[in-house]
């Protein structure tokens, strides 16, 4: 027998966060060296923040096309019959929609200024799936004429809708957006026809009633950092419940099922103490879930399958670099070798004795929107040979809420160190505020090593460009 020992097989993705899994979770696991982040896809943090400044995002084409590529696969392997959407406004820089267009990607839009924005770089109107619960009636009649699929989301847009098609020869392919209850609370209601009360069907039966009309699409999106991979089984039967509904009173297979978005990222909700892969599904798990569903159907039944996901594709491929501007002191600070018990620990807060370091960095909530829900994994970008203490990072803001980790052991820091605040690639970009501060410069390194500027630091001119001062103040 062969005894030869074979070492286990770490993916890529696992391989790159794996050694920090451990010392991550475990305060007393970590050693006397905290861990740290030096490089990002093989250059250098300290390189790129002298070279483009600080704060600053940092995108990585690399990890962008491995996550595309993997839940390509993780589908297409289960169910040829698969259509990928890119979510747009998890991040809507022109540099990273070029990417996921090259990876075979069309574009998943909820607004007109979306709309017009990913037309302006190059997607065809019928590689557009237009979502949202406005759509003026411009863009919906611009989107009509120009072949994308509109996801009708109310009464009124369905009227308009009507409207706007009623002199045209061919009918004009639509879906329609429903809301249904797949075992996540809340359930999102806001968006979509109801399916429970029979809303939906009304709205599906007025459709294909409509000689202009051709119903295209049933699509739900459940909501979004989904846990749970029978929940999509769950809206997928029930979309295929409604299918099938209609199929018999009106004879009309509908051919599209979208799911939308949802699959969660490799973050954790702040409270979440357990390791991220004991939290998070592989997104095999989901393709799994949906596919052994629409599997069921005869071959010749089967639909479409249509996804529109964001956080997942592109939330690791971003890093936010900032540095510290200021240390705040504290009176009496944790010694690491001090054991305190929780008790102890509390009556130290309740005295007002903060006992954690402050780290003032370049960089607030302002930039962080998703701050408020998700814990970043932030490290220092050099090694220190010291045991990480409790630590508290402020931005930037003259805010009292402006805290971006209110706890996280980091090891003693000094005024000008660069941190790593990761993964803040899903929304974060497009969430922002222009409040206060100019907003950042945003890099992407891509595949050829190379870290070009995708978005520049803005200017004065960026900001107040738009800005008139009437005649009378003006003198
Ligand atoms: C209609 C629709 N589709 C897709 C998405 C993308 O969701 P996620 O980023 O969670 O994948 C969203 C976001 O909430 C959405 O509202």
């Given at each position: 027998m062969d005894r030869s020992y074979v070492p286990p097989v770490i993916s890529g993705e696992l391989g790159r966060n794996a050694p920090r899994v451990a010392e991550d979770r475990n305060f007393y696991a970590r050693g006397p060296r905290a861990p740290s982040l030096?490089?990002?896809?093989?250059?250098p943090v300290t390189g790129l923040v002298e070279?483009?400044?600080?704060?600053?995002f940092v995108f990585s084409e690399y990890d962008i096309r491995q996550k595309a590529r993997r839940m390509r696969e993780a589908f297409k392997s289960r169910y040829g019959k698969t259509s990928f959407a890119w979510s747009v406004k998890t991040n809507y820089l022109n540099a990273i929609c070029k990417i996921f267009q090259s990876e075979g990607w069309i574009a998943e839009v909820v607004s007109q200024f979306e709309y017009e924005k990913v037309r302006s770089i190059g997607f065809a109107g019928s590689d557009i799936v237009f979502n949202g619960p406005y759509k003026p009636r411009a863009a919906l009649k611009t989107a009509i004429e120009e072949g994308a699929i509109i996801q009708i989301d109310n009464w009124d847009e369905l009227s308009q809708i009507e409207e706007l098609v009623a002199d045209r020869k061919k009918p004009v392919d639509v879906g329609l957006r429903v809301w249904l209850d797949a075992g996540i609370k809340p359930v999102w209601s806001k968006f979509g026809f109801a399916l429970e009360n029979g809303e939906a069907e009304r709205a599906a039966t007025r459709i294909l009633e409509n000689k202009k009309l051709h119903l295209h699409t049933l699509h739900s999106h459940i909501g979004t950092y989904i846990l749970a991979p029978d929940a999509y089984g769950v809206a997928a039967k029930k979309l295929l419940h409604l299918r099938e509904e209609l199929r018999h009173k009106h004879r009309h297979l509908v051919p599209c099922l979208n799911l939308g978005g949802g699959f969660p990222s490799q973050s954790l909700l702040h409270g979440f103490t357990a390791p991220v892969e004991q939290v998070v599904?592989?997104?095999?798990?989901?393709a799994t879930a949906i596919t052994n569903v629409l599997r069921e159907l005869p071959p010749d039944e089967q639909p479409l399958l249509r996804l529109e996901s964001g956080r997942c594709l592109i939330d690791e491929a971003g890093y936010l670099l900032s540095s510290i501007i200021a240390v705040k002191g504290v009176n009496r600070p944790i010694l690491t070798d001090e054991d305190l018990s929780a008790r102890a620990y509390k009556e130290r807060m309740i005295l007002n004795e903060d006992s954690r370091i402050g780290y003032v960095i370049d960089a607030g909530i302002n930039l962080l929107y998703t701050s408020a829900w998700y814990q970043f994994q932030i490290l220092p970008a050099r090694a220190i040979d010291a045991p990480p203490i409790p630590s508290r990072i402020y931005g930037s803001l003259c805010m009292a809420i402006d805290v971006i980790r209110d706890h996280v052991d980091l090891p003693p820091l000094e005024t000008g160190d660069i941190l790593t605040i990761h993964p803040v690639g899903a929304y974060n970009v497009t969430q922002w505020m222009q409040f206060i501060q100019y907003r950042p410069a945003v890099v992407?390194?891509?595949?050829?090593?190379?870290?070009?500027?995708?978005?520049?630091?803005?200017?004065?001119?960026?900001?107040?460009g738009p800005e008139c001062i009437p005649k009378h103040l003006a003198e």
């Open positions: 030096f490089q990002i896809d093989g250059l070279e483009f400044g600080s704060p600053l599904p592989p997104i095999e798990a989901y992407l390194i891509g595949n050829n090593g190379k870290a070009d500027v995708i978005r520049a630091r803005e200017k004065l001119e960026d900001i107040c």
